[in-house]
């Protein structure tokens, strides 16, 4: 079995970690959204109540 040269290895790590910061921003980005529409549903939910209660 030829050894991998320590260039294709460094190559291999730098895309690696390249991944791993998009995989990163992207959890953070489907987070921030998640939280958004969360914020947004309360907020349609309180004034549904405020409105009910004024009734």
Known sequence: MNPVPRQDIVEMARLLRKAD????????????????????????????????AEA
């Open 21 to 52: 910061e998009l995989t990163a921003v992207l959890l953070l980005e489907a987070w921030g959204n998640k939280q958004r529409l969360i914020g947004g549903r309360n907020e349609l939910v309180r004034r549904m109540e405020q409105s009910h």
